[in-house]
Each structure stands twice: as structure tokens, then as C-alpha cells.
């Protein structure tokens, strides 16, 4: 065979090797490389707490974006006992591609009862595989543990006040104690929740409540404490309660055009307040309407956040040498050249003295909101701590500042007309959470020491 050919078909063959190495030799190494992966499946967890009720729902994420998910185990285990709440098994697309999910969100139900679990500790196990041929083909394995707490008793709720007379408007005090830790407590009146307080009492077990009736609310209306635990678990108890049915007044308030004019045109509105097709008298009333309710409830939402200290003491103070111009849950009529265009309720308390007055904190507690707020005009509220908040409006200047701790008695405003007021004077509001009452109860030494006072005083 002549040089050159031999040179030639060993050229030929090199070229015949590499082709066959790039066909067959490099895919089987790349796909080895990957059904080879060791990152295994990811679980994600969110747990509502760690105890467990009589229904326990559990959310799950098991992903595995390499090889995809083979298959999964979950099981509750008790003193070495398994209950397999979950197994689940996923298809292959083929021997070369692994897995076909590579996510699956799984909700668990764990119900104690049906699984003859009694109450105590327990280990969650929850185990995934993926399609790795890691392992001697068995794939990439994560074990997630997690210790639960089956508790499927209800709280027990013992009532340590004996009498909760109410007035339509007004509050109340309820001193109960639960025999374990809670995610909440409180009462319910009517459809409202009032959430109850630990901390003031030296047993962590005893709750202080103060709670309100709104004034539309009836003498029917149902009261009841609610406790719920770390598991879910809920209990309810009755207990004496005495509403005392209250008539409250009927007000007819002239609306005048120059009361239209000097105070609607002047009047900061919010954008949607401003189309060019509306009157002055259609203006007023979405004010009076739309913008009363938006800063009623930005001024109740700072309920959300009362401190666990009892501040104040004593009789609330009331603005010297004042006399009342409007009072609580007045049922007010709007009436424009003779018709009736409105009617609204005042929730609070109108006091008039001389032009610009010092407006006095009426009991001690932090400044928790200074602000300008619609027909409200310039308002300073006090937390008095565990719910109780005082409210300051239609002041012509602030003299406090935002988380100070005032005294009582110590000024920290001046009366005005800011807002949607008509001539100078105080709004002046108490809220008990996001209900407000009538402050004419705390202006009351008896009442304070008959419904508050003497009861923390029994319980102490």
C-alpha cells in the first residue's frame, strides 16, 4: 500500500473517531453530568404555629428544578408510631430526562382526632426524593422535621368581674382569667371584638378588657368573651351584663349659603372632591358624607396600637370654663332653604369658651397623632393605654409633640375653628378601640370608681 494512502485512511479514521465522540461519547457524558446532580429537592414550610388544634392546615412547597420531583413522604410520628398523612409519587417523562414536576404546592390537613392522636408532642417528618441517579439510582434525598404540639382543648375562661352595666354609647370593664397562653382574647359586643390585655395584673393568666357599645346598639345586643389558643382552639362564656337604653337628642342645623361659601370654598378638598360639575351645596354634603367617614376611620385605626400601660388616673378633665354646644351621638339634621339634605351623628362632645383657649390634656397618656384631618381640622389624640384614646379637634395651633408622655391637665393645644367647625370651640372625643363613646362618663369620679376602679381594685 502506497505512503500516501495509508497517511489518508488514517486521517480518515481520526476524522470517524471524533465524529463518533461528538455524536455519541460527549451527549452521554453531558446527560451523565446531569441525571448525575447532587442538589436535592427544597422544602418550603409555612407554619400558622406550632401547636396543633383539632384541624391544623399546613402549606408546602416541595420543589426540585434539577431532576425533577420522584416522590414524597409525610407522616406525623408519636412515641415511635407512624401516621402517614401524605405519599405521593411522580411520573418520569423518560429514562434520560428525569422527572416531569419540578414544583408541587401541597396542602396538608392534620386532624388529631381522626388520627387517634392524643394530645402532646409530636414529630412532623416530611421526606422528598428527586430522579438523580445519585445514590445508587435512589436520587437526592432531604429530610424535614419539625416538633408539633397537639393541644385540641378549648381555653377555660373564669369571669372575676360580676356586674357590666352598659349604658347605648358607653363602655365597660371585663376582668377575666384563661388557664393558658392565647393567640387572642376579648369580648365581643354585638359584632365588634374588643381584644382583652395581659401584663396588668401580676398573674399573667388575669385579662383586662375594656370594651364599648356603640350607641345604635340595643338593649339586646349579645355580649360574650372570646379566648382563642396557640391551636385554634376557641371558647366562649357569657357573662352579667345590664344595657341601660339611652334617648339621645334630635339637632336641626341650618345650612346658610354664607356658611358655604367662606368655609367650602376655603376648605382644603381632596382631589376626587373637585370636579368642575359640582355645587357648592353637592361639595358639602360629600364632605360631610364621604370625607367624614375617611377621617373618622383614620382616626380610629390608631386604636390598633395601644400601649399596655394604664396612664391615666382619676376623673378625665374637661375644657375649663366651657360650655357645651353639641353632645354625644346627637342625631343631626342637615337642612338647606328649608329641606332636608343630610343627616349625620356627632361623635363627640362640642365645648365653647373664650376664642383660642388652652385645651388641657384631660388625663395622662402619649401623643400619638397631630395632624390636620379633613372636617376634623387640627386634631391631637392621646393613647391613655389598653385601648382608652382621647381626641382634640378644630384646634387653631398644636403645642405638643408626636410620642411625648403629657400629664393631666397639661395644655397641649389651642381651641380654634379649623375643619368643617362653625365658630370656635372643642371636638372632643374618647374611643374605646374603634368605638367611640360618650366622654361624659369620664368626666364621672362615681362611675369611674363603680365600673373601673373598684374592679381592678377586687382583682388585684
Known amino acids: ?35 448525575f446532580e447532587g442538589t436535592a429537592p427544597i422544602i418550603s414550610c409555612q407554619f400558622p404555629s406550632p401547636a396543633v388544634g383539632l384541624m391544623y392546615e ?39 430526562m428525569g422527572g416531569t414536576v419540578k414544583n408541587d404546592p401541597v396542602t396538608i390537613k392534620i386532624e388529631p382526632r381522626k388520627l387517634k392522636i392524643s394530645d402532646g408532642k409530636v414529630l412532623l417528618q416530611i421526606i422528598a426524593r428527586d430522579y438523580s441517579w445519585r445514590n445508587f439510582w435512589n436520587g437526592n434525598l432531604v429530610k424535614f422535621e419539625q416538633d408539633l404540639w397537639i393541644d385540641t382543648k378549648q381555653p377555660e375562661i373564669n369571669v372575676l368581674t360580676k356586674a357590666h352595666n ?10 377575666y382569667q384563661i388557664n393558658e397562653d392565647l393567640a387572642e382574647s376579648g369580648v365581643m359586643a354585638g359584632d365588634i371584638f374588643f381584644p382583652g390585655y395581659a401584663g396588668y395584673f401580676r398573674d399573667k393568666n388575669i385579662y383586662l378588657c375594656f370594651f364599648a357599645l356603640e350607641y345604635q346598639k340595643g338593649v339586646d345586643t349579645e355580649m360574650y368573651i372570646l379566648a382563642v389558643d ?31 361659601n367662606s368655609k367650602i370654598a376655603g376648605f382644603e378638598l381632596p382631589e376626587e372632591f373637585k370636579p368642575s360639575h359640582l355645587t357648592i351645596v353637592d361639595k358639602y354634603l360629600k364632605i360631610n358624607r364621604e370625607l367624614r367617614k375617611q377621617n373618622t376611620t383614620a382616626i380610629l385605626e390608631l386604636s390598633k396600637n395601644s400601649d399596655k400601660t394604664m396612664y391615666w388616673e382619676g376623673t378625665f378633665l374637661r375644657l375649663p370654663n366651657s360650655a357645651p354646644r353639641a353632645g354625644f351621638a346627637d342625631h343631626r ?72 408622655i403629657v400629664e393631666k391637665g397639661e395644655v397641649i393645644g389651642n381651641t380654634g375653628e379649623t375643619g368643617l367647625a362653625a365658630g370656635d370651640h372643642l371636638h372632643f372625643a374618647m374611643f374605646v378601640n374603634n368605638v367611640f363613646v360618650n366622654p361624659i362618663e369620664w368626666w364621672d369620679a362615681s362611675w369611674i370608681e363603680n365600673n373601673i376602679i373598684s374592679k381592678i381594685k377586687d382583682n388585684g
Open 230 to 260: 396557640r391551636a385554634g382552639n376557641k371558647a366562649k362564656s357569657g357573662f352579667p351584663h345590664y344595657i341601660r337604653k339611652k334617648k339621645f337628642k334630635e339637632d336641626e342645623l341650618a345650612i346658610s349659603d354664607d356658611f358655604l
Open 333 to 404: 339634621i342637615y337642612k338647606y332653604n328649608g329641606q332636608t339634605i343630610d343627616r349625620q351623628v356627632h361623635l363627640g362632645v362640642d365645648l365653647a369658651s373664650l376664642s383660642q383657649s388652652e385645651v388641657p390634656a384631660a388625663n395622662k397618656g402619649k401623643v400619638v397623632y397631630i395632624e390636620n384631618v379633613g372636617i376634623y381640622g387640627k386634631t391631637v389624640v392621646i393613647d391613655h393605654g389598653f385601648g382608652i384614646f382621647s381626641s382634640y379637634s378644630h384646634l387653631s395651633q398644636a403645642s405638643v409633640e408626636m410620642g411625648k
Open 166 to 175: 352598659v349604658n347605648q354609647g358607653g363602655c365597660g370593664l371585663a376582668i
Open 58 to 96: 399546613l402549606k408546602l412547597n416541595i420543589a426540585d428544578e434539577g431532576s425533577g420531583l420522584r416522590k414524597i413522604r409525610i407522616a406525623v410520628i408519636r412515641d415511635s408510631l407512624e401516621n402517614l398523612l401524605l405519599e405521593k409519587d411522580y411520573p418520569a417523562d423518560n429514562f434520560i
Open 1 to 35: 500500500m502506497k505512503e500516501g494512502s495509508i497517511l489518508k485512511n488514517a486521517k480518515g479514521g481520526a476524522k470517524l473517531i471524533l465524529i463518533l465522540a461528538i455524536i455519541i461519547i460527549i451527549p452521554m457524558i453531558v446527560v451523565l453530568v446531569i441525571r
